[in-house]
Nanobody, 122 residues
Framework: VQLQASGGGLVQPGGSLRLSCAAS????????MGWYRQAPGKQRELIGS???????NAADSVKGRFTISRDNAKNTVYLQMNSLKPEDTAVYYC?????????????????WGQGTLVTVSS
């Protein structure tokens, strides 16, 4: 089982980007999914999360600008980022709680994506 994030890049202030993170493997169910970011010299912070039922929450720093959504059929979570600011520059990580088939049982475990760099600069 793994999480694969994509969609990062360089964008000008005020621009938009959409990040995706897909879970793959012998998955039974993906429950909680979230996005974190870590800027240079700072701790990793939670910026938003979404339950399987679609309930979301977001950090105050991104409310009104970032939207988190998911496609349960594709085991994928998205982060739509609008009105980007230079202070949004960071490595963005997805996180999920996944129940998957092991050799003889079901296991629920935390997984992290590999991180994707978002740079907001003119």
């Amino acid at each position: 089982v793994q999480l694969q994030a994509s969609g990062g890049g360089l964008v000008q202030p005020g621009g938009s980007l959409r990040l995706s993170c897909a879970a793959s493997g012998r998955i039974l169910r993906v429950d909680y999914m979230g996005w974190y970011r870590q800027a240079p010299g700072k701790q990793r912070e939670l910026i938003g999360s979404i339950t399987r039922a679609g309930t979301t929450n977001a950090a105050d720093s991104v409310k009104g600008r970032f939207t988190i959504s998911r496609d349960n059929a594709k085991n994928t979570v998205y982060l739509q980022m609008n009105s980007l600011k230079p202070e949004d520059t960071a490595v963005y990580y997805c996180h999920a709680v996944i129940t998957y088939y092991s050799t003889s049982s079901l296991i629920s475990e935390d997984f992290w994506g590999q991180g994707t760099l978002v740079t907001v600069s003119s």
